[in-house]
């Protein structure tokens, strides 16, 4: 071997060396911010790059809650790609549509019922993580089972749709048959944001990110540490703590994070089964997407 050649490779050697030791520290990190927590987290982080991978109970079946309005999306879009709706059609949503006692913006401004565009009631269901909205757009496609087959058609065999959100909130058992991994979660988001095989049309595409960023719940989660006008397209889904037993069953944040470079990071937080308060539950998810950004941006060199 050339000694040109004998310093390249010891060189390559030396930087993925050193990688593999900055992804191991973030991961400590990671496990830091989990230690004596009285919670079950799962995460998955996914940089540009294949090494930029970290999971940590990423392969554990964890409880969606409105994370599973992501995927729903999804499939609207695609379905709208498909010239079976129209993004500009108007659907009638009567007060029977408007389930009580479920989060629902679109309830509280219409209580006897209204018209919506799909693209108004996708606005209200990202954005606000609209109950009502969700279960509107289930209707249409024919149900849960459709969303679940799309996926499973596409390769993702890690997540399961099974029930709405007016079954899921009447129920608190219920909401675990709505669960993914965080891994799978990650891979959903990298595939279509990366939308190398043209899944979406750009007109969808475009709206589906341009919304996912305008997403207004969970402020204080994955976007609760990072700096100001970070762009973070994400979905949130919540349990709520159960009166009984104490127990939040599912406190989540899902997105991709906008790098200064240009670059990103996918990012999925599930924490479940917690004991912790609300605040110490969105705190885990924060710090971690900050020690994510801090790894990825060089700002804390671990």
């Given at each position: 071997?050339?000694?040109?050649?004998?310093?390249?490779?010891?060189?390559?050697?030396?930087?993925?060396?050193a990688h593999a030791q900055s992804i191991e520290?973030?991961?400590?990190?990671?496990?830091?911010?989990?230690?004596?927590?009285?919670?079950?987290?799962?995460?998955?982080?996914?940089?540009?790059?294949?090494?930029?991978?970290?999971?940590?109970?990423?392969?554990?079946?964890?409880?969606?809650?409105?994370?599973?309005?992501?995927?729903?999306?999804?499939v609207m879009l695609t379905e709208i790609d498909?010239?079976?709706?129209?993004?500009?059609?108007?659907?009638?949503?009567?007060?029977?549509?408007?389930?009580?006692?479920?989060?629902?913006?679109?309830?509280?401004?219409?209580?006897?019922?209204?018209?919506?565009?799909?693209?108004?009631?996708?606005?209200?269901?990202?954005?606000?993580?609209?109950?009502?909205?969700?279960?509107?757009?289930?209707?249409?496609?024919?149900?849960?089972?459709?969303?679940?087959?799309?996926?499973?058609?596409?390769?993702?065999?890690?997540?399961?749709?099974?029930?709405?959100?007016?079954?899921?909130?009447?129920?608190?058992?219920?909401?675990?048959?709505?669960?993914?991994?965080?891994?799978?979660?990650?891979?959903?988001?990298?595939?279509?944001?990366?939308?190398?095989?043209?899944?979406?049309?750009?007109?969808?595409?475009?709206?589906?990110?341009?919304?996912?960023?305008?997403?207004?719940?969970?402020?204080?989660?994955?976007?609760?540490?990072?700096?100001?006008?970070?762009?973070?397209?994400?979905?949130?889904?919540?349990?709520?703590?159960?009166?009984?037993?104490?127990?939040?069953?599912?406190?989540?944040?899902?997105?991709?994070?906008?790098?200064?470079?240009?670059?990103?990071?996918?990012?999925?937080?599930?924490?479940?089964h917690s004991k912790e308060n609300q605040e110490?539950?969105?705190?885990?998810?924060?710090?971690?997407?900050?020690?994510?950004?801090?790894?990825?941006?060089?700002?804390?060199?671990?």
């Open positions: 071997m050339g000694k040109l050649l004998q310093i390249a490779f010891f060189s390559l050697l030396f930087t993925i060396t520290g973030l991961r400590k990190n990671i496990q830091q911010i989990m230690q004596n927590k009285d919670a079950v987290v799962g995460v998955a982080i996914n940089g540009i790059n294949h090494s930029d991978t970290l999971g940590v109970n990423a392969d554990r079946r964890l409880p969606m809650q409105s994370v599973f309005k992501f995927p729903l999306a999804i498909k010239g079976n709706f129209k993004l500009d059609q108007k659907i009638e949503i009567t007060k029977r549509d408007l389930t009580p006692e479920i989060w629902s913006p679109i309830r509280e401004k219409y209580p006897t019922g209204t018209t919506l565009t799909i693209k108004e009631i996708l606005e209200y269901t990202i954005t606000l993580s609209d109950n009502v909205g969700c279960d509107v757009l289930l209707k249409l496609l024919g149900g849960p089972q459709v969303v679940e087959s799309y996926f499973a058609k596409k390769g993702f065999k890690d997540i399961s749709i099974k029930i709405n959100e007016k079954t899921m909130q009447s129920n608190w058992d219920k909401q675990f048959l709505n669960w993914s991994t965080p891994k799978e979660m990650n891979r959903i988001l990298q595939t279509y944001y990366v939308n190398k095989n043209n899944l979406l049309s750009m007109p969808m595409y475009d709206f589906l990110w341009t919304t996912m960023k305008s997403t207004n719940t969970g402020l204080k989660q994955l976007k609760g540490q990072l700096p100001d006008q970070t762009v973070v397209a994400h979905k949130t889904g919540s349990s709520g703590t159960n009166k009984k037993t104490g127990i939040t069953a599912a406190l989540n944040d899902v997105g991709v994070v906008l790098l200064p470079s240009g670059e990103y990071f996918v990012i999925s937080v599930f924490v479940t110490t539950n969105e705190r885990i998810i924060s710090d971690i997407a900050k020690a994510a950004w801090d790894f990825f941006t060089g700002a804390n060199q671990l």
